[in-house]
């Protein structure tokens, strides 16, 4: 088929049961490639040394008809001239290659950051990994890093007293930024392919708190608010003795954002980030139900939460103290997203005697506690947001009243 490859043309061709070609009537070579999925593609025929080949000009859409045209005169000219266009882009390309992404820094920083930055959600703490635990490496071609140098970085990390798991989970890091290097035609092989992890205890941590610790937790919150009552209360006394600006009283249900994050995890099982991302247009204070967007989810699934007593009178004291518009937990200092509770957590719970205990195992506890009051284990699967029950599973223990009635059952049968 011929014609002649205007954008009239080109828009007018529709796929078939199989890829043809449109040969342009003007420019010797010059053709587009028609795939049944409806992909077009520009390309020129040309011939070297007697050699047929075929030099992919681009796809219509991310370039014109117009654009395709010039650039097939412009290499035409080059074949014209013995020039090889296809080896010649090949070895251009590798130069680029070579120039922008010769080491793992310059592949981290040129190409692997805009990309995980737009699809990894977790994106922060990949780049603090490659950043911080193998800045030793970034000056190291891509190629040239070798399981031994991981190996001696995982002892060293071993001794520095860092869990199989944490090493186990960097390495993954980086093991994905050189599968990435492959995939984007970076280099042929990952240096790190069969590379065998540390073996762990595959026991999942649950960590949750009896009902001594979940007091003392609860008193720690009371008494770190009355203790910035206090504080402030002689700040201003201060300040009025030296007629400074005196601040505002602490007079509202909470002193910060601290306490009612908590109170609001031990009756929800949000994870931190979500936590973080919670607006006050997915609070329904009237159908008492906390909606987790798909978007800012680990499962990237919607999920409902109910609210009971306690999260319901939370968030509608700290409503009134608050501005009910954006963030519910904005920060503090610049409005926007919590970054991180850290610093205020780690004081917390540093007074409370209620060791090894992280703020996220308050969704352990969240999910230990129905599991023991008897709720199902996939209705904990569906508020916790896990998309697997498998996941759940790791709270079935803590129901022994099930497994003494299935136990129990032999008794019957025999």
Not at 336 to 362: A, V
């Amino acid at each position: 088929m011929k014609a002649k490859l205007t954008a009239k043309c080109v828009n007018s061709l529709k796929p078939k049961d199989k890829i043809f070609k449109v040969w342009d009537t003007e420019i010797k070579g010059f053709f587009l490639r028609v795939s049944p999925k409806g992909r077009k593609t520009y390309a020129l025929f040309y011939r070297v040394n007697g050699k047929a080949n075929e030099y992919t000009l681009g796809i219509h859409g991310s370039i014109t008809a117009e654009l395709a045209r010039v650039i097939a005169k412009n290499k035409a000219a080059e074949v014209a001239q013995k020039v090889d266009i296809q080896k010649e882009k090949k070895r251009l390309g590798q130069q680029t290659l070579a120039a922008k992404y010769s080491s793992l820094g310059r592949f981290i920083e040129n190409r692997y950051k805009p990309w995980v930055e737009s699809n990894l959600k977790s994106h922060k703490e990949s780049l603090r990994t490659l950043n911080t635990d193998f800045s030793h490496l970034h000056g190291r071609q891509l190629e040239n890093i070798t399981p031994w140098d991981i190996q001696k970085w995982m002892a060293e990390r071993k001794k520095d007293g860092l869990t199989e798991s944490t090493i186990n989970r960097r390495v993954a890091t980086l093991k994905a930024v050189l599968s990435k290097a492959v995939e984007w035609q970076i280099i042929e092989a990952s240096p790190l392919s069969g590379m065998k992890r540390l073996k762990t205890d595959n026991t999942p941590r649950i960590r949750y708190l009896s009902n001594e610790e979940e007091k003392r937790l609860r008193n720690a919150l009371e008494n770190r608010q009355d203790i910035q009552r206090t504080e402030r209360k002689n700040h201003r006394k201060w300040c009025e003795t030296r007629d400074i600006a005196v601040p505002a009283e602490l007079s509202n249900s909470y002193t910060d954002y601290l306490k009612p994050i908590v109170i609001l995890a031990l009756n929800t099982g949000m994870r931190r980030g979500e936590l973080f991302n919670l607006k006050w247009a997915d609070v329904d204070l009237k159908g008492k139900l906390l909606t987790i967007e798909g978007k800012t989810a680990k499962s990237g699934h919607t999920r409902y939460i109910p609210l009971n007593s306690e999260a319901f009178s939370v968030l509608v004291a700290w409503r009134n103290q608050n501005c009910a518009n954006g963030l519910v937990f904005p920060s503090p200092s610049t409005g926007s997203r919590l970054d991180n509770i850290n610093s205020s957590w780690g004081n917390l719970i540093s007074g409370t005697e209620i060791p090894n205990f992280r703020f996220h195992d308050l969704r352990h506890h969240f999910a230990s506690k129905l599991v023991m009051a008897g709720v199902d284990l996939n209705t904990v699967r569906e508020l916790l947001g896990h998309k697997d029950i498998s996941t759940t599973l790791r709270y079935a223990h803590l129901a022994p009243e099930h497994k003494a009635a299935a136990v129990a059952m032999l008794n019957t049968a025999s």
